[in-house]
């Protein structure tokens, strides 16, 4: 399928002619990095679709408000009014950093669409940006689904590797590696082999996290059937599978579509161009709406998490404390763990957080 003659003018084709068209409709093209292919999209949808682009924009922008509101709201609770800095928390307030960032590359798309139409140079931002915390929010709510099994159904077992140091060392390298899988993305190249690292790549960064949750999600869920489990037991297990039904629900809405229009046009490189373009704004902008989708995650990261949020707009000065389910002394004796007492001067978290 031709592209219309009306894109041939634009100042993306004096850089890189035909490239578009080429790269969607034939696999035998000169190769092309994907990243050039991401940085012209939002021009090709604009030329071709005005009216669906429009509507998308005003999609993003409502959902750069939402979420700048919620991961804000989200980020000073974890950050000034939780006192217990437990691993989930740890990896919590990572994943609200990639969620204002993802918000926040919304505006610079606006811009670079207005103020420097046709610069790579100025659209690299937006389109690593955007990619980056894409794929940092899968590896963070991957994370914090294992920190979550491991604390409800492994308490004893886990607690050494659940330790403020481990979390900080997790972030650290979830960030370098989704830097690392964000670049091998944006450098691969039209054509050739290009359905082999696309594929491999998808693997690597969304279906094998995926696989993860949803064995962990079916782990808890057994554990929830096992008999005898007191009421404190089970309603901590049923939150923990509370959040993990939830990362999953957003893996198939957000995600998932993204992961499979890239899969397809890899392996079909002859899907009609312009379904190709409309899947993938309509898969970003489903990606983009995990920043709004997370903080309900956060609800179920800690039991005051809500109670907290509440308080802020209905009792000012209150702090919240992480209640007695959740809290345990970490001073042991010789002969075992000491008793839970409420004179213990700082609390600390226990291996169930």
């Avoid at 998308?56 to 804000?72: K, Q, R």
């Avoid at 993938?280 to 609800?299: Q, R």
Wanted: glycine letters at 6%.
């Amino acid at each position: 399928m031709a592209m219309p003659s009306a894109l041939s003018s634009r100042p993306w084709d004096a850089v890189f002619p035909n490239t578009t068209t080429a790269a969607w409709t034939n696999g035998s093209v000169p190769e092309t990095p994907l990243f050039y292919l991401f940085a012209r999209l939002d021009e090709e949808l604009h030329a071709t679709f005005p009216s669906l682009w429009l509507a998308l924009m005003v999609v993003h922008g409502t959902i750069f408000l939402a979420g700048l509101f919620l991961n804000g709201l989200a980020l000073y609770v974890f950050c000034c009014r939780t006192r217990a800095k437990t691993p989930s928390v740890t990896i919590s307030i990572n994943l609200v950093v990639t969620d204002l960032l993802v918000g926040l590359s919304l505006p610079t798309r606006f811009a670079v669409f207005y103020g420097a139409r046709g610069c790579l140079h100025c659209a690299f931002p937006h389109v690593l940006g955007y990619f980056l915390n894409m794929h940092c929010s899968i590896l963070f709510l991957t994370c914090i689904c294992v920190d979550r099994y491991l604390a409800i159904v492994q308490p004893e077992g886990s607690h050494r590797w659940r330790q403020p140091a481990c979390a900080k060392a997790v972030c650290v390298f979830v960030w370098l590696a989704a830097g690392v899988v964000t670049l091998s993305v944006l450098g691969v190249k039209t054509g050739g082999r290009s359905c082999c690292r696309v594929f491999a790549l998808t693997v690597l960064e969304f279906l094998l996290p995926l696989l993860v949750i949803s064995v962990f999600t079916g782990r808890i869920m057994c554990a929830l059937s096992r008999p005898g489990l007191v009421r404190q037991g089970r309603q901590r297990r049923m939150r923990a599978m509370q959040l993990l039904l939830t990362v999953l629900v957003i893996f198939l809405v957000c995600f998932t579509p993204f992961h499979a229009r890239q899969v397809t046009v890899a392996l079909w490189p002859n899907v009609p161009y312009h379904t190709s373009l409309v899947a993938y704004h309509v898969a970003v902008t489903l990606s983009s709406l995990n920043s709004c989708m997370d903080p309900i995650v956060y609800c179920f990261i800690t039991s005051g998490f809500q109670a907290t949020v509440q308080g802020l707009f209905y009792q000012r000065g209150e702090e919240f404390k992480p209640s007695t389910m959740d809290m345990v002394s970490m001073h042991k004796s010789t002969k075992g763990s000491a008793p839970f007492t409420s004179s213990a001067p700082v609390l600390t978290p226990s291996p169930s957080l």
